[in-house]
């Protein structure tokens, strides 16, 4: 409040300073256009309602003003009266009028005390102040008072008027002094209006100035509305800033205090951190030469010191993994192999006790060991492949590669395997550029096709899809006439696993071609999915471009 005050006098007698000096710079002009364009001007550059007025037009009436005039019915007689210009529903027919009025020329009577329904509207100041100067020039005699009480007959409008409502009204209050005080200047006057029951309250300039030889009263109308909305609104601004400043005084109390003693928190954390002997607490950065920056770097070299142990357990638990899957590795490979050495060490003992009694029977046990022998050649080479893409010293060889080239001759050298059996191979291949290893990426799509080969039926199809998006590419190989329960879905990508285990061992399926593909894809941060419906079995992956 003390500060609403403060600003609001400090506000009103700057912008007295300022429209005085605009009244000196317009009254010192050497000549004036166009009138009303100068008053556009000034009102524009004050902010205020002004209008220039010759004086001639005020000596008889207030024809020109845009004020109201009222019909007051009073003991049979009708008398009119000049009343402020307010909003229409202001003044309705049969309103209470009270009114102390003297009349001018024109038998319209000017208002010292106006009041309707019990609200002033205009009241006389009875102080000695007296703009003397003004009612002489503008003629007008309030010797003959008169007390006028009625009610509203007529109400009429001069909404033809040029002149500002406003300053019609300031006008009028000069002719009924309805205003505090007069302070004279150089230039003229200044006055603010009385704050009647309509609770508003103006500062009037007005001026007597020369145009073309001829005297015109210059009135400007600042209303205060406008100083105390400013008023107003530098006091929330100041309540905002007073809630900024102090937030930004307990963020930062709050930031300096925590920085202030974060080093003793450490200490003490760090202090029992290393009875228990961990050193996994992070580090804390601490711009000093004390005894505190000492003891960072102590806490930086703990923390160096974690960050190798880190690097230590995770290399660790890396080579736990690939042992304990080399182990499991190594023992599905012993198992697997006891059953095709087996066949043949018992078929060469036959042989060598003479057990056959026909040739026959000793030709169909050579080609039974021919046959074991190129299982176990072929598990070998698998188990070779596994053994490559596992080992450190593998030499990846990374190259452009177009994988529809690649998919056409995997498809022309396996094309005896599905012709033989009948099988349809539908290629819908689109131009695929990616940089692979190619020979990793030949092994995969390898033996996809040689699995799919294996489980379709004869005279069944096989549907190879191979697709490019602007991120990645996208392969899909689909065989017909068979399935794959849920159950078994998700363990065809185990070791030596096989869906059907007697069909699987007599066509030669060693268990490791989806083994080999699930860890090859691996490598390119991909995987390989399975599905299987509508008497089909899909399997699909996809290769970042970028991976």
């Known amino acids: 409040m003390f500060q609403g005050i403060i600003f609001r006098t400090y506000y009103t007698r700057e912008k007295i300073n300022f429209i005085k000096d605009e009244i000196s710079e317009f009254v010192n002009q050497d000549e004036y256009d166009d009138i009303k364009i100068e008053e556009l001007v000034f009102s524009r550059n004050t902010s205020t309602f002004t209008s220039i007025i010759p004086l001639s037009t005020l000596q008889d009436n207030f024809e020109e003003l845009n004020i109201v005039v009222l019909d007051i019915t009073t003991n049979g007689n009708t008398i009119q009266i000049y009343a402020p210009s307010l909003s229409e529903d202001n003044y309705e027919i049969g309103q209470e009028v009270s009114s102390n009025a003297f009349v001018k020329a024109s038998d319209v009577y000017i208002p010292t005390y106006l009041s309707i329904e019990g609200k002033t509207l205009i009241r006389k100041n009875n102080s000695n102040v007296s703009n003397a100067e003004l009612l002489d020039i503008i003629s007008v005699d309030e010797d ?19 002149v500002n409502s406003l300053v019609s009204n300031e006008i ?14 150089e230039l003229g006057n200044y006055y603010f209006t009385s704050q009647t029951n309509d609770n508003s309250s103006s500062l009037v300039f007005y001026s007597i100035v020369e145009i073309n030889d001829e005297d015109h009263l210059l009135v400007s109308v600042y209303p205060m509305d406008y100083i105390d909305q400013i008023v107003i609104a530098a006091g929330r601004a100041n309540v905002y800033m007073f809630v900024v400043v102090l937030l930004i005084l307990f963020v930062s109390a709050f930031i300096y205090s925590r920085e202030f003693s974060k080093p003793l928190i450490f200490i003490n954390k760090k202090t029992k951190d290393l009875s228990n002997l961990n050193f996994t607490s992070p580090i804390i950065d601490i711009d000093s030469s004390d005894e505190f920056s000492e003891l960072a770097n102590l806490q930086t070299t703990l923390y160096q010191l974690n960050e190798q142990n880190n690097q230590l357990s995770d290399t660790i638990a890396k080579e736990n993994k690939v042992e304990s899957t080399r182990r499991d590795f190594i023992q599905g490979m012993s198992h697997e192999l006891k059953t095709p050495l087996a066949v043949i060490q018992a078929s060469a003992e036959a042989i060598q006790k003479n057990i056959y009694d026909t040739q026959e029977d000793k030709d169909n046990a050579l080609v039974l060991i021919q046959e074991e022998v190129t299982k176990t050649k072929n598990m070998l080479n698998s188990m070779i492949t596994v053994y490559k893409l596992d080992s450190p010293d593998y030499k990846e060889q990374w190259a452009t590669a177009n994988l529809k080239d690649l998919v056409i001759d995997i498809s022309k050298s ?37 699995n799919a080969i294996k489980y379709t039926p004869k005279s069944k199809s096989i549907i190879i899809l191979l697709t490019d998006t602007p991120t990645s590419i996208r392969f899909k190989i689909t065989n017909f006439g068979v399935s794959i329960n849920e159950e078994n879905q998700a363990k065809l990508f185990d070791a030596f696993y096989r869906v059907d285990k007697s069909r699987g061992r007599q066509e030669g399926s060693t268990g490791l071609g989806l083994y080999i593909v699930d860890q090859t894809l691996k490598q390119f941060n991909s995987k390989c999915m399975v599905s299987s419906k509508n008497n089909s079995v899909t399997f699909s992956f996809e290769i970042k471009k970028s991976f």
Do not use: R
């Open 144 to 162: 003959n008072i008169i007390q006028i009480t009625g009610t509203i007959s007529a109400v009429t409008y001069n909404d033809d008027s040029a």
């Open 172 to 185: 009028l209050n000069m002719y009924s002094k309805n205003y505090l005080s007069i302070v004279s200047y």
């Open 414 to 450: 396996l094309s005896p395997l599905y012709i033989n059996s009948k099988i349809k191979v539908d290629l819908q291949l689109e131009d695929t550029l990616i940089v692979c290893d190619k020979d990793k990426m030949e092994t995969i799509i390898t033996n996809l096709f040689t």
